[in-house]
């Protein structure tokens, strides 16, 4: 094999959001533009020279291109052996599965997640550490700077390598093995849950779910699980085939996007259960007949009934979430008499704490939950979860929701989203916002008290690395939080999330209206941050 030394230029923007580096698809499919970042990972990462390595994508569009350009790279860079998913398709917990089983150096991921697809779509790269989990900040810090000074790569001339038939092949040294997508994540799978519980359920008792797949990377799993392992009926899975573009679709699964799921679940005649995942099959929606549960709620959910779980019936040792996630949880561990925690938003943040086992479960409100059995979010591992809880409470999705809030409380919640915003004007306004919280302490808004306002920042308990600035805080003595914060994962202009969430211990007010609960802190933000005069806009582009 010869190694080419290619001369490149430094692109100065490849410094990686919130998860991997995202850009619109014409932007990577630029000379050099992929190569660069891939050639920093090899730069920075010196233990895959020798190493093992995992890649597979979404199967977005440039999906099967980029992952080519990889192969010949990694064998430039001297990869020992480098694993890749038939058809390049891997979910994102997939490759965190097999990081982890076969203790390779790490995975490089392709997705831009929930972002849509096709030539004018979004594309994405992250880079996994050799735990299974997103690359910890000091890497992807490390990535970005050799990104700035990076001014050669190395690859060679090698065939493409056929990504649709399962076997081996070598490029120089580097031994390639196209590997089954679904098969050592499927397995994971059946040893945490209980299949057999769950198998009667839907093949006996004429349990009825559908899955929505959005036409991206989790068709084969859930259809290889759902229907195949646990006996669901043919199409029960349904846009099961990953395409280019999603099928012109935005795979994120909430309740706008996942139209044909949400239709079926609150028509007539529903699923018992219904749920999406994303782009790259790390989130979940979880729906019930004519009823969405909320990602925090979610998480709290899980966490108190975890002991029906064959994976966790021996506890859990502790539970976090990320910051702008309601509270739920925290009841829920005070109640378990286990810890619990608050970390910046991105998965990563929860790496430490799975990696020291100091946390089993742990989720984001933007649907996202997994736990210690790898080191990314899980979205058909949450499907199970559910699944594996209605196989053993014999109740409804609804019914499990109120009687959670009964016995501990709802946390009314809210996210709106402004998208696209001028940057300038988002930076500014987040700016406003931050100047005045000091003065807010101890006044009362709205008539509760403000107990605690800050940006917030957070202290790794087991590196010690301290992440600042990770969101504006403002918490009310009742436990009501509003909170600010700027996308990391948008491609265009900024994304302002605000975060709302109001405690309600009297279940008679259980069933009232999410919106109009939080009505009065949602216009305290507008007034707080000056949102309208300042970006322009009436209403938030998404609700969740
Ligand atoms: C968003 C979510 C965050 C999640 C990330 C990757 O990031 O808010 O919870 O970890 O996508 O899926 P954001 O765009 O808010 O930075
Ligand atoms: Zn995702």
């Known amino acids: 094999m010869q190694t080419i030394t290619v001369t490149t230029t430094p692109f100065m923007d490849q410094r990686p959001g919130t998860s991997g580096l995202r850009k619109r698809v014409t932007q990577f499919q630029q000379p050099h533009y992929l190569e ?74 392709l997705s831009a997640s929930h972002n849509p697809g096709g030539p004018d779509g979004d594309f994405g ?38 990504l649709d038939h399962i076997g081996h092949s070598h490029i120089g040294d580097m031994a390639i093995e196209v590997i089954d997508p679904v098969h050592d994540y499927a397995e994971l799978m059946q040893t945490i849950f209980d299949f057999d519980a769950i198998r009667h359920l839907i ?42 573009d999603f099928g012109g679709g935005h795979p994120d699964p909430n309740l706008v996007y996942a139209k044909t799921l949400v239709e079926a679940i609150f028509g007539n005649n529903p699923p018992d259960f219904g749920a999406a995942s994303d782009g790259d099959g790390d989130r979940n929606m979880i729906l019930g007949a004519h009823f969405f549960v909320t990602p925090s709620d979610s998480l709290a959910i899980m966490a108190a009934n975890a002991h029906l779980i064959p994976g966790y019936a021996s506890g859990l040792k502790g539970v976090a979430r990320s910051m702008p996630t309601s509270c739920a949880v925290d009841r829920v561990a005070s109640e378990l008499r286990i810890p619990w925690y608050e970390t910046p938003t991105g998965w990563k943040f929860f790496g430490n704490l799975l990696d020291s086992n100091q946390a089993t479960l742990c989720g984001e409100e933007s649907f996202g939950t997994s736990s210690a059995h790898v080191r990314e979010k899980d979205g058909l591992w949450a499907v199970l979860f559910w699944l594996n809880i209605l196989a053993a409470r014999r109740t409804s999705v609804a019914t499990i929701v109120k009687e959670h809030w009964q016995r501990f409380g709802r946390n009314f919640y809210t996210r709106h989203d402004y998208e696209a915003v001028d940057a300038t004007a988002a930076n500014e306004l987040m700016h406003h916002v931050e100047q005045q919280l000091p003065a807010l302490i101890g006044k009362e808004l709205n008539g509760i008290m403000v107990s605690a306002a800050d940006n917030f920042s ?17 918490i009310f003595s009742d436990g009501s939080r509003i909170i600010f914060r700027l996308s990391g994962t948008g491609t ?8 709302i969430e109001k405690y309600e211990s009297d279940s008679s007010r259980h069933h009232e209206d ?25 209403q938030p582009d998404v609700i969740t």
């Open 458 to 474: 957070y202290l790794d308990p087991v590196d010690k690395s301290c992440s600042e600035r990770q969101g504006l805080r403002v």
């Open 492 to 499: 265009v202009g900024a994304t302002l999330r605000i975060y």
């Open 125 to 162: 790269i992250k880079f996994n550490g050799d735990n299974g989990g997103p690359a910890t900040e000091q890497v992807t810090e490390a990535i970005y700077a050799r990104s700035k000074t990076v001014n050669r790569y190395l690859t060679t001339h090698a065939a493409a390598i056929n």
């Open 36 to 109: 660069n970042f891939v050639q920093a990972i090899f730069d920075t990462k010196n233990d895959l020279n020798g190493g093992t390595l995992v890649v597979g994508g979404d199967g977005r569009y440039y999906n099967r291109e980029a992952i080519q350009i990889i192969i010949r790279m990694a064998a430039a860079n001297g990869v020992k052996r480098l694993l890749v998913g038939k058809g390049g398709i891997l979910s994102t917990p997939a490759v965190s599965a097999i990081i982890r089983k076969y203790h390779t150096n790490g995975g490089i991921i």
């Open 514 to 538: 999410t919106q109009q609960i939080l009505q009065p802190l949602i216009d305290t933000a507008l007034t707080l941050s000056q949102l309208r005069q300042r970006i322009g806009r009436e």
């Open 203 to 244: 093949v006996d008792n004429g349990f009825r779910l559908c899955f929505d797949a959005m036409h991206a990377v989790t068709g084969p799993y859930a259809i290889d699980i759902l229907e195949h392992r646990l006996g669901a009926p043919a199409g029960s899975v349904i846009n099961s085939t990953p395409l280019e």
